[in-house]
């Protein structure tokens, strides 16, 4: 079960830190990705990070600004999001998968939907 954390409204320019608390089984084990969804639009990876060896991957839209992180002692992901533009308005979600390869199989649009164990999902609003 995962749960996100840490939406909400920010200034073009500003930063966010999303969190996902993950609880039941062996979230020490699993690959953790973060997507967005636009309103009418599927899901879309941004980035992923293996809990096991801490191996992360980002989609090239947010390379260099958004950073994921782990803290395996509190089955914890962050995704800190810096340099915010209004095109990141969205709902933010995190999910589980027990096996993948930390690279651009992660966020594929045709991996997406084997990733079990989604959050409800954040809002992130950036406006001036």
């Known amino acids: 079960q995962l749960v996100e954390l840490g939406g909400g409204l920010v200034q073009p320019g500003g930063s966010l830190n999303l969190s996902c608390a993950a609880s039941?089984?062996?979230?020490?084990?699993?690959?953790i990705g973060w997507f967005r969804q636009y309103p009418g639009r599927e899901r879309a990876g941004i980035s992923c990070?293996?809990?096991?060896?801490?191996?992360?991957y980002y989609d090239d839209s947010v390379k260099g600004r958004f950073t994921i992180s782990r803290d395996n002692g509190k089955d914890m992901v962050y995704l800190q999001m810096n340099s915010l533009k209004v095109a990141a308005s969205a709902t933010y979600y995190c999910?589980?998968?027990?096996?993948?390869?930390?690279?651009?199989?992660?966020?594929?649009?045709?991996?997406?939907?084997?990733?079990?164990?989604w959050g409800q999902g954040t809002q992130v609003t950036v406006s001036p």
């Open positions: 999910a589980a998968h027990p096996s993948l390869t930390v690279d651009a199989t992660c966020i594929m649009n045709s991996t997406v939907r084997d990733y079990g164990s």
């Open positions: 990070i293996d809990m096991s060896d801490g191996g992360t």
């Open positions: 039941g089984g062996q979230v020490n084990q699993y690959v």
